[in-house]
């Protein structure tokens, strides 16, 4: 592991440290290495913090575990991500609070950005599986990613469907990736590693804590293009994820049911709040296909032929990579393109020239997503932004 990212893990393993207190220290030092060897009043002085939790961060490289967690992490085949390293998920990092860092079993791939979540009740019925198996199957045929909690019931149902299909597959974690949650999903996660991989924002041995899968769900959504809802009750995880989607400006799918199953009440109410009524995966396909274009074939578009016994063929993948794109661009995304048409612009540029009325920050960031599936422009290091022409 690199120095730089022990002084990344060193500071993520102290028990206080938050997300938020990680940027806060991070934005103000802008490195851990800084942040290690500055002045305890300094540290003290920061919103959020004092005297004590100073002194913590500070004796941080003697007190935390760091040679155990990176032994675990040898194990279990896991390797460190921070939001500064290219194969940091694209889509994850233009979200409004991505986490700084990620643990990862498995590959992620750049066109793993064509992804989508399929969620929902962990109690599912014999309709939900043969829903969500239908679906992730059908789109991870095409190229798409299926993200999901790898939890029991939809979740697995979908990851497993995605892999049978010849698909990837990348599930999120409510817990460290030392720990197999659920226990009977062991060969599963050993399947998305070699195919996919096992996400988690939490050290190896972080047991699935009730308050850990809000935040579990938001990387859910922000890192796919979209989420689907299979089955859900009027309070759940799913749902949670359908939100977190939609306030991350992405798209929101949801599937009917039968109006006298609990396991319904959320997923109708969805879709009578605006979220994508879908009957089919080609209804998500048409929906996304602005995005799309390009990466899939024209084909894939279309309506699926089934065999003899009504079961649909698999349809060509698309995942050679994007080929060029002729997409049609929007007039909020022409007059984004316009703006950094000249010269390269870093994102709070573009932010502060925007009319916050017409374009609000998060839009922005998903207007930028969008013109890069696109292929218009192209994000550099340092969140700056350049026209592909």
């Known amino acids: 592991m690199p120095d730089s990212h022990r002084l990344w893990l060193i500071l993520r393993l102290l028990p206080e440290m938050t997300?938020?207190?990680?940027?806060?220290?991070?934005?103000?030092?802008?490195a851990p290495d800084i942040v290690l060897g500055a002045p305890a009043q300094e540290i003290a002085s920061l919103r959020g913090f004092n005297g004590q939790l100073a002194g913590a961060i500070l004796g941080a490289p003697r007190t935390v575990p760091l040679e155990r967690e990176m032994e675990l992490m040898?194990?279990?085949?896991?390797?460190?991500?921070?939001?500064?390293?290219?194969?940091?998920?694209?889509n994850l990092r233009q979200s409004s609070f991505p986490p700084p860092i990620?643990?990862?079993?498995?590959?992620?791939?750049?066109?793993?950005?064509?992804?989508?979540a399929i969620v929902g009740a962990r109690q599912a019925t014999q309709y939900g599986h043969a829903v969500a198996q239908k679906f992730a199957s059908r789109l991870a045929a095409c190229g798409l990613t299926v993200v999901s909690g790898f939890a029991r019931g939809i979740d697995s149902a979908?990851?497993?469907?995605?892999?049978?299909?010849?698909?990837?597959?990348?599930a999120v974690l409510g817990n460290g990736l030392a720990v197999c949650y659920p226990p009977e999903n062991a060969r599963l996660a050993d399947e998305i590693a070699a195919r996919g991989a096992?996400?988690?924002?939490?050290?190896?041995k972080t047991p699935p804590e009730r308050f850990n899968f809000p935040e579990r769900n938001h990387i859910i959504a922000a890192i796919s293009l979209g989420t689907m809802v299979v089955e859900a009750a009027e309070k759940s995880g799913a749902l949670i994820t359908a939100n977190q989607a939609n306030e991350e400006n992405?798209?929101?799918?949801?599937?009917?049911?039968?109006?006298?199953?609990?396991?319904?009440?959320?997923?109708?109410?969805?879709?009578q709040a605006g979220a994508k009524l879908v009957q089919r995966p080609e209804d998500i396909l048409a929906e996304m296909r602005e995005l799309l274009r390009g990466y899939l074939r024209e084909e894939d578009f279309g309506g699926g032929e089934t065999d003899k016994d009504g079961t649909e063929k698999k349809q060509p993948s698309g995942q050679n990579g994007p080929q060029p794109a002729a997409a049609i661009l929007t007039d909020d995304e022409t007059a984004v393109l316009e703006m950094i048409r000249q010269e390269p612009h870093h994102f709070d540029t573009i932010a502060a020239k925007i009319d916050p009325a017409k374009i609000t920050v998060a839009r922005l960031s998903s207007i930028l997503l969008s013109l890069e599936l696109k292929q218009r422009i192209k994000q550099m290091p340092g969140r700056l932004y350049m026209v592909l022409e």
Request: net charge positive.
């Open 102 to 116: 990620l643990f990862i079993r498995g590959a992620l791939e750049p066109n793993d950005r064509y992804s989508l």
């Open 158 to 170: 979908a990851q497993r469907a995605a892999l049978h299909a010849g698909g990837r597959t990348i």
């Open 19 to 30: 997300r938020v207190r990680f940027y806060t220290l991070i934005d103000h030092f802008q």
């Open 74 to 90: 040898e194990k279990h085949g896991a390797r460190l991500l921070t939001i500064r390293d290219d194969e940091y998920p694209e």
């Open 198 to 204: 096992l996400v988690s924002e939490y050290p190896m």
């Open 250 to 271: 992405r798209f929101v799918f949801a599937v009917p049911g039968d109006i006298t199953r609990m396991n319904s009440r959320g997923t109708n109410a969805l879709i």
